[in-house]
């Protein structure tokens, strides 16, 4: 399985720290800097709005990287972020993950900052991780996988007035079938400081459209269907009691 890791030339202690934990297997992109957007998807962020410079280069790095996988013909790859944890073999938790989906996907999930309710659909070979469907997606691109179906919904040129974590979140407006790993086999890492520093003020991206928003949310309680959505909030719940959520595993791993 192809695996990209999108980089700054300049941050070569990420790169070495992905290279250990990949064993080199995997190609790099050159991440883009939000002050030198390629012209050919300037288009994508000329109503930006408040989106920071590092919001702007990271957004458009992923793009970059969707753009290659469909330019080499690839069916589907993980592409990770530089500063990612990773737990187990991410290659061959994927290849098992995608063999378990019946019919149509675009993206899976393979990081999450906070673990939001999910539906278990088939557990996986090393019985620690399951394919799972999300009520609602992760906000993260730090890992994941992603088809060639996936990758040309992303770059459909639109408007892009949000972070790529958050326009991926709100995958319903762009058609985007998601599904995901729990436990998340990758996460951030603390031991390098973001390049994106954090907006100074607090942003509700769902007020521009309520009712798009609204109805999005609607067709994930949807997709679940109400047993299944009982199921994930029990599970959620269970695992809180139980002290077994991703952070708390991810904690014992560190």
């Known amino acids: 399985m192809h695996v990209f890791v999108i980089n700054l030339a300049s941050a070569t202690d990420r790169l070495a720290y992905m290279s250990q934990q990949l064993g080199g297997k995997f190609e790099r992109i050159e991440a883009v800097r939000g002050t030198a957007i390629p012209e050919h998807l300037a288009g994508n962020f000329a109503k930006s709005g408040d989106l920071l410079p590092g919001e ?24 990770l972020e530089d500063d990612v944890d990773l737990d187990g073999d991410v290659r061959l938790i994927t290849e098992e993950a995608i063999a378990k989906i019946r019919g149509e996907w675009d993206i899976l999930s393979l990081s999450g900052a906070k673990q939001h309710p999910h539906c278990r659909l088939a557990p996986l070979g090393d019985g620690t991780h399951s394919l799972v469907r999300y009520l609602h997606f992760p906000k993260t691109t730090a890992a994941y996988a992603i088809s060639a179906s996936g990758c040309r919904k992303l770059l459909a040129e639109r408007k892009r007035t949000r ?62 269907g109400p047993i299944n959505l009982l199921r994930a909030y029990f599970e959620e719940f269970r695992e809180g009691r139980a002290g077994a959520t991703p952070d708390a595993r991810r904690r014992s791993l560190q």
């Not at 702007?56 to 690839?74: D, F, K, N, P, Q």
């Open 163 to 224: 972070p790529v974590d958050v326009d991926i979140r709100y995958g319903w407006e762009m058609g985007l079938e998601g599904y995901g790993v729990y436990p998340a086999p990758a996460w951030q890492a603390n031991r390098f400081e973001s390049s994106i520093p954090k907006s100074k003020t607090q942003r509700f991206y769902w007020r521009a459209n309520p009712v798009g928003y609204l109805v999005g949310r609607t067709a994930g309680v949807w997709k679940l």
């Open 56 to 79: 702007l280069g990271c957004y458009a790095s992923h793009l970059v990287a969707a753009e290659t996988i469909l330019a080499r013909g690839i069916p589907y790859a993980i592409v």
